[in-house]
Structures are given as C-alpha cells and as structure tokens.
C-alpha cells in the first residue's frame, strides 16, 4: 500500500531538488549567449567533494618538489587505485580559499568560490551550475547526491548545502538512492516502484493545479517566493514528460536495484547505489553535470562499511598522511573515481568514448584540513575534457585563488570569463588575475 504522507514528503523533496532550475538569469556570471560550443570543449563535468579537507601530502607524488610530470613517479598510496589513470591526471596545489571561510567547511563557498560557512545562503551560481548553462544541453540542471551515514540519509532524503543557480537560490543534493531511482526511471520501472511513480506523479500534477490556483490571490509581497515552489512542481511535471519520451534510453542505461537499495547493511550501500545511479543519468545523457559529496559538505561522515568505526567530526581532527583511516576513505574515493572513468569509456562518443570528452574534478570542501583557513587548496583533475586540459602533470599554483581554477573551467568549456564570482575590487583583496590558469590548459 501506498503511504499518503511517505509521498508527499517525497514529493516536496524532489520539488526542492530541482528549485532554481530555470533562474538563468540571475547568475552575474555568465558568459554572452553567442558564446559557441567550442568543437574540443567537454560535453560534460563532474564534481567529486569530500569532506575534512584534502591534505597536499596525500595527493604530491613521491620525488617530485615542484611542478613537472607525473611520468615516472609513484602516487601516493591514498591515491594508488588511479595509479593506471596517471597520465590522465593532473594535479594541482597551491591555491588558496582563505576568502571562503572554510573552517569545517566552505559549504556553498566551496564551489562558489565567495564566503561560505554554516547558514550563510549562497551569493552567487556554483561553479558546477555554471558550467551546465555553456556545456550542451541536457533534461535536467546539476545532478547533485550526497553521501553520508545511514540515520542522516533517511532522515534527509534531500539537503542543500554545495550547489547554487544564483544568489539565495540553493540546489538541493539527493541522499536516497531509491527516490532518485524512482525520479529518473520511475517511468521505465515495474512492480512497486513503477505504481509509486504513478501515484506520486498524479499527486504532483493536481498539487501543481491547486498551488497555482492560490497564488493569484497572494499578497504582491508573497507571490514570488511562492511562484517559485509553483514552478518546481511545474518543473518536475514537466521532467515526467520529458523522460517518458526517451524511455529506450532510459532502458538501456537504467541500474538494477537490489538489496543495497533496499536492505542496505552499512552506509557504504547506499553510497554505492547513489554512485551507480548517478553514472546512468550520465550515461543515459539526463544531465551534463554530476556533483558528489561525500560527507554531504558537512563535517559528519561515516564509512562504517570499510571497516572505519570512527565517524563524524572526530575523523577530521585525524593526520591524513599515513593514516591507514584516511588511506581507506581516499582509496575509497579513488575507485569510485575509477568506476565512473570506466563507465564512461564504455559508451561510445564521437570518435572515441565518453570519457574522452569528460573533466572529472575531485577535492575538498574545506581545502587541506579541517579547521582550514584555506592557505593551500588541492585538486586533481581527471580527464582531459575534449582535448582542452593538460594531463599527466604536477603543477603548483602561486598567489591565486580558487576562483581562477573554476575560471579556467569556463574557458576550457568553452565560455571564456575574466574572472569567476569575483569582482576588481575582490580580485585586488584575493588575488585573483583575469583570465585562466595557462598552465593547465592544453
């Protein structure tokens, strides 16, 4: 039977997941509409963050003290599992975030590159928003999921706190597989899942009909933020539209839940099914940008399926260097960065594969540490996006901020900006100069 209330609660959850998808316009960054695809420029990004920071000394490889190739050195052993990927590899150290206010985390700062931390709205698009309005066109916005222990993940379904359209425009993270699962092939399911598709689709669309009916007579005061939760569930009608017309697609790319959907035993279940899940829309071309936050940008966190006992705040206040705790968290991570580099590969794409017009972005939302005051804020990037970023190097940036990675992001796809999230005045304070990262493109 059909649980009213559980649907409902889903209901808003997803309305909230795709709020602000259709607020272009309010993001100062954005480059003129002419701007043209680039032919060599990625077809799609994706964002891996995990929470405690990331510290230099796990991601230098061994030998090398300054910038050079990565041809000949040994990664670290956090970092081994992408050991066969080093020449598409490039990582990056040295720049700064002390501007974000990263602490236990920058939060929306972190991939906004302005001041963040805890219940400070966004002032700005995201970096990974940003990026979806110039890459090429797909169903829906950012795709964002969150990972976290099992008790935070039901009891979240969904949270913002990384992802942004705009200025007070939060995008909300999805944490449970099983609702995103039921959202993106819900349409293609059977069983259960299929007739709670249905029935939460009927829900939505007599919601929509009564929302709308109500805000005509709302004070002027009220009649936009209430549009707003209008428009999602107009948003979310629509996307049911859309799907149904690509449903060949969607049989094709579709996971198979099973009992870590379900029955999940530890975090790293649902973890897993998040993953996969979030592979499929990517494969099956729903959506252009993936952003994935381990430890949901908080400062929690737990792994108990790896065997790590200890959890939440606790695990940032451990070394990462030699630390066999963190060695399992960041190899943890590595494969799943390697699960998706494989994933890709496999599907076909112009002359060669997915992957190889893919950029793959993994950090932290709190640069090196935790309590961070973001002196030096480490990156690895995977993939050379279409030909557009230099692999298979080492590069250590000097004087410049986090804003002029993400700045060198846009102009490798193809929307070349200045600067990003940071006006003459900010640029002067944080040091950030116009244009890109030379060094990192190709």
């Not at 009891?155 to 425009?169: K, M, S, W």
């Not at 936050?293 to 737990?302: L, M, T, V, W």
Request: with cysteine; net charge neutral.
């Amino acid at each position: 039977m059909i649980n009213r209330r559980k649907m409902v609660h889903g209901m808003a959850a997803g309305v909230g997941a795709l709020m602000g998808s259709d607020l272009f316009s309010n993001t100062a960054w954005a480059a003129e509409p002419s701007v043209m695809q680039r032919p060599t420029a990625p077809k799609r990004v994706i964002f891996f963050l995990q929470n405690h920071g990331f510290d230099p000394l796990t991601c230098i490889p061994k030998g090398l003290t300054e910038s050079g190739s990565l041809n000949g050195v040994a990664l670290e052993k956090p970092m081994q599992a992408l050991e066969p990927y080093k020449h598409r590899m490039h990582v990056i150290t040295g720049l700064h975030g002390r501007h974000t206010s990263p602490g236990h985390s920058a939060y929306f700062g972190a991939l906004g590159a302005f001041r963040g931390g805890t219940g400070v709205p966004p002032s700005a698009a995201t970096i990974d928003y940003a990026l979806g309005r110039v890459l090429p066109e797909t169903i829906l916005p950012p795709l964002c999921i969150g990972m976290e222990s099992l008790e935070s993940m039901r009891a979240r379904p969904t949270l913002a706190t990384l992802t942004a359209a705009g200025p007070n425009q939060p995008v909300f993270m999805h944490c449970d597989p099983n609702m995103l699962y039921q959202m993106l092939f819900g349409s293609i399911a059977d069983g259960n899942v299929r007739k709670h598709y249905e029935a939460r689709s009927n829900l939505m669309l007599d919601v929509e009909g009564v929302a709308r009916s109500k805000v005509a007579g709302l004070p002027l005061s009220e009649r936009e933020r209430y549009g707003s939760y209008v428009n999602g569930f107009r948003e979310l009608n629509g996307l049911r539209e859309k799907l149904s017309g690509i449903s060949g697609l969607l049989k094709q790319h579709a996971p198979k839940p099973d009992d870590r959907y379900t029955k999940p035993q530890f975090e790293t279940d649902w973890h897993d099914a998040l993953l996969e899940t979030g592979i499929a829309a990517l494969r099956a071309n729903l959506t252009n940008v993936l952003t994935i936050a381990s430890g949901c940008g908080e400062y929690f966190g737990s792994w108990k399926g790896l065997g790590i006992t200890d959890t939440g705040h606790g695990l940032g206040h451990l070394d990462q260097p030699d630390n066999p705790i963190w060695t399992k968290i960041r190899h943890y991570n590595c494969e799943m960065l390697v699960k998706i580099m494989k994933a890709l590969e496999e599907v076909p794409e112009g002359a060669g594969s997915m992957m190889d017009n893919t950029l793959i972005v993994y950090t932290s939302n709190n640069a090196e540490k935790q309590h961070s005051e973001g002196v030096n804020w480490p990156f690895v990037l995977l993939g050379n996006g279409g030909g557009r970023f230099k692999t298979g190097h080492y590069t250590h940036v000097k004087d410049r901020p986090i804003n002029d990675l993400y700045t060198t992001l846009l102009h490798g796809a193809g929307a070349p900006v200045d600067r990003f999230n940071a006006d003459k005045n900010m640029a002067s304070l944080i040091q950030s100069q116009a244009g890109p990262i030379e060094e990192l493109l190709a």
